[in-house]
């Protein structure tokens, strides 16, 4: 660092100051950088390469680590039967919570956005359980799914409806967790609802001026502004649905995977393999295979993307 | 926020009210009132929906275990006994592990603030070649899934023997993350270039602008860092669970896990804990309500 | 300016330096103190670091108890006890062997030590052995355990078998001869219909229920002459005639009550006041014997009950039981076995198994222990009563080490089971599937 101060500061050189002075700014602006530099190659960039040189072996951390080519790829898809039954599970779990995710979100946000008296308390009321998180809200949840004691159950039979065993219930485990991620929708309002209060109000007065009701309103002007957040929030809950496992870990007791392996999620199974079993070469092979289908997933939104979102 | 959009309520009001005359404006005055009732209506119940869970977990903490199986049962307990959560806290050193979390937490949050900032005022502020790629890349790094590192990353651990403390959860916070650089990088963004050409022209290097200019002039935007920060480690189970091997290093999350297995169905100590657990996350929502607010807004950069 | 500049820049790279400096710090700190635990302490004795999952109640207290004793008898030698809760020890146990600082002695699942030592992440003993054998003392099936290629590579320490537990009270309530529990499963399932009270969703009392508490391999094991999915012989024997019937006898439990009331109820199980057996709820169910402690501490002090073998499936099938427990394990690569081995002997010597029993009702793995507590005169006539039968059920309990050539199988064979109790497969179709998938996971 002293070193670079005095170059900083040297009068006489041969080259022009203007390229001596653009040197300097480059080796700053790189000291700057540099933690997100190492950090990324010591804790991500060559963990990835071993995690990937590691897929293609058997390594197990105590005793080996032979070269079995694509077998763990090959073992995923014909011979673990829970492998499918996770990716399944993670799925039909994704498939139904993004959708309601981000429609929760766009509810409450439109709900939001107006200028009425005590608008801030509601505000602040949607969006204190999403800033809650952790086991405490797991468990929390277990007592509402509860299905005699429960909060849910009880709601339910006021207006004579016997609830389901949620988790009890292999039919009815996903979607209970859906229910707790739903109460927490308040973090994907917020993005919405900072776009929305840019509106400008006279999109909306002169659609009135041309008789335009409020679900017109909604379907011509609030939603179409709303799409890049829409595509922002589709993609990272996708990316976060697919790695759905503490919920999983802490609600079927230490990772079992719950009634009818209904919560064995591609995570879990991950886990199970990884630090049960310790075949730390499927479990990587695994964690792969999830990348990519991430990758992809990913890619068909931004393919997808000119065809519904306005800029 | 509160007072502007009041000010345009009573505005509106006042606006509507002169034209109150024509009876166009009188039906479409008392369809607004009926509709600002629907509204709110619908507000009320939306949020007695989202407060009945932590109203529940109150009020369960404080009930007898008989009247929390009775059927049907009880909204508000008939008998409240605080004695559940004196109980709560000698069944597992509740107070012990408040001191390791927060102990964790503190490291990650100096850490957070220190290396994303740091970090971010070199993607704003500096010029240097590849600087573009390199910020494409701290994007990128958003879109890979945690899991996919997790394992290497823990074996990494395991060799350098750090498996047991608490390193694995502290010192990745000071390498910077992705969606904090991004957020700091856009309120530096929105700070003139000016006020640091004039530093520089007096000859003050980048490291003194930073520390100097940048942090205070950023205060906000570090607070909402830090406070995001403080409910990611605080509520972190993962961390813990994969590297903390003896008890007395425990945290609170996989000490109430831990109290759950062993307390299944017991609910009036498990509200009780699980509401010792989030007490400090709620206090601070409430505090710092704004920060919070601000974090999320990926728009609003220039508003702090 | 400037002086003042470099004084800033040296405060903030203080600040910097010194973060990093604690950190590295208190990372030291707990390596220090871990490999300290690992050599000598300052006294010249060897600490040994002992891992166990006995966390908590009469357990933790004993094993304390019997440490403070032996580091009090001998002056080479402290030994440290680390409390892992179950289900991370094994997890944690690994990382540490991997990482080069395993603890010196842990208490290790009886049913994978070949697994470990085939995987070199345990230590043998062999050598100890041969110089002082010690492997008699312990019953026969479970010394079988502990060797991989003929070596030892653990000491048992205990062990369980699952009995029927009945509830005496609610038996004479019901005009049942509370001295007789059933001894076939005809027998419970007349005595289940005699005790239960309700019906349809709605029971004050429920007789019975085999899957509550057991597992249904216990069942298919117990019908099935004491095999289990790996029969004695080691071939895959999952979808033999017995255990479809066995299958089929607990599927028509489930439609008896009903599968949702059975959620419904399984949903509020819980410890003590939550325990439905000690609750009233279930009159009968089968469970690990050492749920006596379970009852000793929970249940009202009038609470009577009785403890069985598990009926067999027909007159002369057999009481057929299943057993697990854990054993006394090196890990590899630790640098006092010498000294690890010898605390080991000292847990396996008979009075210190007969202290650990007396207190915690596990049945222990030397068998003059266990023929001492059955007239032990600290133990009163119920606990006894309990190491008699634990004693003899021994007898016909299976101990099923995890095959080497299928290790995870189990899951296979579960995912099948739970396709039948849903009502997707029947019993037959579940366990013809399971017995492909086992055969094709192990060849």
């Given at each position: 660092?002293?070193?670079?101060?005095?170059?900083?500061?040297q009068k006489?050189?041969h080259?022009?100051?203007?390229?001596?002075r653009?040197?300097?700014?480059?080796?700053?602006g790189?000291?700057?950088?540099?933690?997100?530099?190492?950090?990324?190659?010591?804790?991500?960039?060559?963990?990835?390469?071993?995690?990937?040189?590691?897929?293609?072996?058997?390594?197990?951390?105590?005793?080996?680590?032979?070269?079995?080519?694509?077998?763990?790829?090959?073992?995923?898809?014909?011979?673990d039967?829970?492998?499918?039954?996770?990716?399944?599970?993670?799925?039909?779990?994704v498939?139904?919570?993004?959708?309601?995710?981000?429609?929760?979100?766009?509810?409450?946000?439109?709900?939001l956005?107006?200028?009425?008296?005590?608008?801030?308390?509601?505000?602040?009321?949607?969006y204190?359980?999403?800033?809650?998180?952790?086991?405490a809200?797991?468990?929390?949840?277990m007592?509402?799914?509860?299905?005699?004691?429960?909060?849910?159950?009880?709601?339910l039979?006021?207006?004579?409806?016997?609830?389901?065993?949620?988790?009890?219930?292999?039919?009815?485990?996903?979607p209970?967790l859906?229910?707790?991620?739903?109460?927490?929708v308040?973090?994907?309002?917020?993005?919405?609802l900072?776009?929305?209060?840019?509106?400008?109000?006279?999109?909306?007065?002169?659609?009135?001026?041309d008789?335009?009701?409020?679900?017109?309103?909604l379907?011509?002007?609030?939603?179409?502004?709303?799409?890049?957040?829409?595509?922002y929030d589709?993609?990272?809950?996708t990316?976060?649905a697919?790695?759905?496992?503490?919920e999983?870990?802490?609600?079927t007791e230490?990772?079992?995977?719950?009634?009818?392996?209904s919560?064995?999620?591609?995570?879990?199974?991950m886990?199970?393999?990884?630090?049960?079993?310790?075949d730390m070469?499927?479990a990587?092979?695994?964690?792969?295979?999830?990348?990519?289908?991430?990758?992809?997933?990913?890619?068909?939104n931004l393919?997808?993307?000119?065809?519904?979102?306005?800029? | 926020?509160?007072?502007?959009?009041e000010?345009k309520?009573?505005?509106?009001?006042?606006?509507?009210?002169?034209?109150?005359?024509?009876?166009?404006?009188k039906?479409?005055?008392?369809?607004?009132?009926t509709?600002?009732?629907?509204?709110?209506l619908?507000?009320?119940?939306?949020?007695?929906?989202?407060?009945?869970?932590?109203?529940w977990?109150?009020?369960?903490?404080?009930k007898?275990?008989?009247?929390?199986?009775?059927?049907?049962?009880?909204?508000?307990?008939?008998?409240?006994?605080?004695?559940?959560?004196?109980?709560?806290?000698?069944?597992?050193?509740?107070?012990?592990?408040?001191?390791?979390?927060?102990f964790i937490?503190?490291?990650?949050?100096l850490?957070?603030?220190?290396?994303?900032?740091?970090?971010?005022?070199?993607?704003?502020?500096?010029?240097?070649?590849?600087?573009?790629?390199?910020?494409?890349?701290?994007l990128?790094?958003?879109?890979?899934?945690?899991?996919?590192?997790?394992?290497p990353?823990?074996?990494?651990?395991?060799?350098?023997n750090?498996?047991?403390?608490?390193?694995?959860l502290?010192v990745p916070a000071?390498?910077?993350?992705?969606?904090?650089?991004?957020?700091?990088?856009?309120f530096?963004?929105s700070?003139?270039?000016?006020?640091?050409?004039?530093?520089?022209?007096?000859?003050?290097?980048?490291?003194?602008?930073?520390?100097?200019?940048?942090?205070?002039?950023?205060k906000?935007?570090?607070?909402?860092?830090?406070?995001?920060?403080?409910?990611?480690?605080?509520?972190?189970?993962?961390?813990?669970?994969?590297y903390?091997?003896?008890?007395?290093?425990?945290?609170?999350?996989?000490?109430l896990?831990?109290?759950?297995n062993?307390?299944?169905?017991q609910?009036?100590?498990l509200?009780?804990?699980?509401?010792?657990?989030?007490?400090?996350?709620?206090?601070?929502?409430?505090?710092?309500?704004?920060?919070?607010?601000?974090?999320?807004?990926?728009?609003?950069?220039?508003?702090? | 300016?400037?002086s003042?500049r470099s004084?800033?820049?040296?405060?903030?790279?203080?600040?910097?330096?010194s973060?990093?400096?604690?950190?590295?710090?208190c990372?030291?700190?707990?390596?220090?103190?871990?490999?300290e635990?690992?050599?000598?302490?300052?006294?010249?004795?060897?600490?040994l670091?002992?891992?166990?999952f006995w966390?908590s109640?009469?357990?933790?207290?004993?094993?304390?108890?019997?440490?403070e004793d032996?580091?009090?008898s001998?002056?080479?030698?402290?030994?440290?006890?680390?409390?892992?809760?179950?289900?991370?020890?094994?997890?944690?146990?690994?990382?540490?062997?991997a990482?080069?600082?395993?603890?010196?002695?842990i208490v290790?699942?009886?049913?994978?030590?070949k697994?470990?030592?085939?995987?070199?992440?345990?230590?043998?003993?062999q050598?100890?052995?041969?110089?002082?054998?010690?492997?008699?003392d312990?019953?026969?099936?479970?010394?079988?355990?502990?060797?991989?290629?003929?070596?030892?590579?653990a000491l048992?320490f205990?062990?369980?078998?699952?009995?029927?537990?009945?509830?005496?009270?609610?038996?004479?309530?019901?005009?049942?001869d509370?001295?007789?529990?059933?001894?076939?499963?005809?027998?419970?399932e007349?005595?289940a219909?005699?005790?239960?009270?309700?019906?349809?969703?709605?029971?004050?009392?429920i007789g019975?229920?085999?899957?509550?508490?057991?597992?249904?391999?216990?069942?298919?094991?117990?019908?099935?002459g004491?095999?289990?999915?790996?029969?004695?012989?080691?071939?895959?024997?999952?979808?033999?005639?017995?255990?479809?019937?066995?299958?089929?006898?607990?599927l028509?439990w489930?439609d008896?009550y009903?599968?949702?009331?059975i959620?419904q109820?399984?949903?509020?199980?819980?410890?003590?006041?939550?325990?439905?057996f000690?609750?009233g709820?279930?009159?009968m169910?089968g469970?690990?014997?050492?749920?006596?402690t379970?009852?000793?501490?929970?249940?009202?002090d009038?609470?009577?009950?009785?403890v069985a073998?598990?009926?067999?499936k027909?007159?002369?099938?057999?009481?057929?039981?299943?057993?697990?427990?854990?054993?006394?394990?090196?890990?590899?690569?630790?640098?006092?076995?010498?000294?690890?081995?010898?605390?080991?002997?000292?847990?396996?010597?008979?009075?210190?198994?007969?202290?650990?029993?007396?207190?915690?009702?596990?049945?222990?793995?030397?068998?003059?222990?266990?023929?001492?507590?059955?007239?032990h005169?600290?133990?009163?006539?119920?606990?006894?009563?309990?190491?008699?039968?634990?004693d003899?059920?021994?007898?016909?309990?299976?101990?099923?080490?995890v095959p080497?050539?299928?290790p995870?199988?189990?899951?296979?064979v579960n995912?099948?089971?739970d396709?039948?109790?849903?009502?997707?497969k029947?019993?037959?179709?579940?366990?013809?599937?399971?017995?492909?998938?086992?055969?094709?996971?192990?060849?």
């Amino acid at each position: 660092m002293k070193a670079m101060h005095a170059t900083n500061n040297q009068k006489k050189t041969h080259k022009p100051k203007w390229n001596k002075r653009k040197r300097n700014e480059a080796l700053w602006g790189l000291l700057f950088v540099s933690p997100f530099i190492i950090g990324f190659i010591g804790f991500m960039f060559l963990p990835m390469v071993f995690s990937f040189i590691g897929s293609f072996t058997n390594y197990n951390i105590t005793s080996r680590m032979d070269f079995i080519g694509f077998d763990n790829f090959r073992r995923m898809f014909t011979n673990d039967q829970l492998f499918l039954t996770s990716l399944y599970n993670t799925v039909f779990y994704v498939i139904l919570n993004v959708p309601l995710t981000t429609a929760g979100g766009v509810f409450l946000a439109v709900l939001l956005n107006r200028n009425i008296r005590g608008i801030t308390i509601f505000r602040t009321i949607f969006y204190l359980p999403a800033i809650l998180s952790g086991v405490a809200v797991y468990v929390l949840w277990m007592q509402l799914l509860s299905p005699s004691s429960g909060l849910i159950n009880t709601v339910l039979s006021w207006v004579g409806i016997a609830g389901p065993s949620w988790l009890f219930d292999p039919n009815w485990t996903k979607p209970a967790l859906i229910l707790m991620r739903l109460w927490s929708v308040g973090g994907a309002m917020l993005l919405y609802l900072a776009t929305l209060q840019n509106v400008p109000n006279q999109l909306y007065e002169s659609a009135e001026v041309d008789g335009a009701g409020p679900f017109r309103k909604l379907r011509h002007i609030t939603l179409p502004l709303i799409t890049p957040i829409i595509f922002y929030d589709v993609i990272t809950s996708t990316i976060g649905a697919f790695q759905i496992f503490q919920e999983a870990y802490v609600m079927t007791e230490n990772g079992t995977g719950g009634p009818a392996n209904s919560l064995l999620f591609y995570n879990l199974h991950m886990w199970n393999k990884a630090f049960v079993a310790f075949d730390m070469g499927y479990a990587m092979a695994m964690s792969l295979v999830l990348f990519a289908i991430v990758i992809v997933l990913t890619f068909i939104n931004l393919k997808l993307a000119p065809r519904w979102v306005h800029y | 926020m509160i007072e502007s959009s009041e000010t345009k309520y009573v505005e509106d009001d006042a606006s509507s009210a002169s034209k109150a005359q024509s009876k166009y404006f009188k039906s479409k005055k008392r369809q607004e009132r009926t509709g600002k009732i629907l509204i709110y209506l619908l507000l009320v119940v939306v949020s007695l929906v989202l407060l009945a869970p932590l109203v529940w977990m109150l009020s369960t903490s404080l009930k007898p275990m008989a009247e929390i199986v009775r059927f049907p049962p009880t909204i508000l307990p008939e008998t409240f006994v605080w004695q559940n959560y004196m109980d709560t806290i000698q069944a597992f050193p509740f107070f012990k592990y408040m001191g390791n979390t927060l102990f964790i937490t503190a490291f990650v949050v100096l850490g957070n603030v220190f290396s994303n900032s740091f970090i971010a005022y070199g993607f704003a502020k500096i010029d240097f070649p590849g600087k573009k790629i390199l910020f494409a890349l701290v994007l990128a790094t958003m879109m890979v899934p945690g899991f996919v590192t997790m394992i290497p990353q823990y074996i990494l651990f395991t060799r350098i023997n750090w498996v047991g403390t608490y390193l694995p959860l502290i010192v990745p916070a000071f390498f910077g993350s992705a969606f904090n650089i991004f957020l700091l990088r856009q309120f530096y963004m929105s700070i003139n270039n000016e006020l640091i050409e004039a530093a520089q022209i007096d000859g003050a290097n980048h490291l003194y602008i930073w520390s100097r200019l940048m942090v205070p002039l950023t205060k906000p935007a570090l607070i909402t860092v830090g406070i995001m920060s403080f409910n990611g480690a605080w509520n972190d189970f993962l961390g813990p669970l994969l590297y903390i091997t003896k008890e007395e290093m425990y945290t609170l999350q996989i000490g109430l896990q831990s109290f759950s297995n062993q307390s299944t169905t017991q609910w009036n100590y498990l509200m009780a804990g699980a509401t010792l657990v989030l007490i400090p996350s709620i206090l601070l929502f409430f505090f710092a309500q704004k920060y919070f607010i601000e974090g999320m807004d990926l728009t609003g950069g220039t508003k702090g | 300016m400037k002086s003042k500049r470099s004084n800033q820049l040296i405060k903030h790279s203080l600040l910097l330096g010194s973060t990093v400096l604690l950190l590295a710090a208190c990372g030291n700190g707990d390596d220090n103190s871990s490999s300290e635990s690992a050599s000598d302490g300052n006294d010249g004795r060897t600490t040994l670091e002992f891992w166990s999952f006995w966390g908590s109640g009469a357990r933790r207290e004993t094993i304390e108890a019997i440490i403070e004793d032996y580091n009090a008898s001998q002056d080479a030698v402290t030994v440290e006890h680390v409390y892992q809760p179950w289900g991370d020890i094994w997890t944690k146990s690994l990382a540490a062997i991997a990482g080069g600082n395993a603890p010196d002695v842990i208490v290790q699942d009886i049913n994978s030590v070949k697994q470990r030592a085939e995987a070199n992440q345990a230590t043998n003993i062999q050598e100890y052995l041969d110089a002082d054998d010690i492997s008699g003392d312990f019953y026969p099936q479970l010394w079988d355990t502990v060797l991989y290629e003929d070596e030892a590579y653990a000491l048992p320490f205990n062990t369980d078998t699952q009995v029927l537990f009945y509830n005496k009270t609610a038996f004479e309530e019901a005009g049942l001869d509370p001295e007789t529990p059933p001894a076939t499963w005809d027998e419970l399932e007349e005595m289940a219909r005699v005790l239960d009270q309700g019906s349809g969703d709605s029971w004050e009392q429920i007789g019975f229920y085999p899957r509550w508490n057991i597992g249904a391999d216990v069942w298919a094991l117990n019908a099935d002459g004491g095999n289990a999915w790996f029969d004695n012989s080691g071939e895959v024997a999952i979808n033999t005639p017995e255990k479809v019937e066995a299958l089929e006898w607990m599927l028509e439990w489930q439609d008896y009550y009903g599968r949702d009331t059975i959620n419904q109820y399984e949903a509020e199980f819980g410890s003590g006041v939550s325990d439905p057996f000690i609750s009233g709820l279930v009159s009968m169910r089968g469970q690990n014997i050492n749920y006596y402690t379970n009852l000793v501490e929970n249940a009202p002090d009038d609470f009577e009950f009785g403890v069985a073998p598990l009926p067999e499936k027909e007159e002369g099938s057999g009481n057929w039981s299943w057993g697990g427990g854990f054993v006394l394990e090196v890990p590899a690569n630790t640098d006092h076995p010498e000294e690890s081995y010898d605390f080991m002997k000292y847990l396996s010597s008979t009075e210190v198994q007969e202290e650990f029993g007396m207190n915690s009702f596990d049945i222990m793995a030397n068998a003059e222990a266990n023929e001492n507590l059955k007239e032990h005169p600290d133990l009163d006539e119920m606990g006894q009563m309990i190491y008699e039968l634990a004693d003899s059920n021994l007898e016909v309990t299976t101990i099923t080490p995890v095959p080497l050539n299928a290790p995870d199988f189990s899951s296979l064979v579960n995912t099948e089971i739970d396709a039948a109790f849903l009502g997707q497969k029947t019993a037959q179709e579940a366990l013809d599937d399971a017995q492909e998938s086992v055969e094709n996971l192990a060849q």
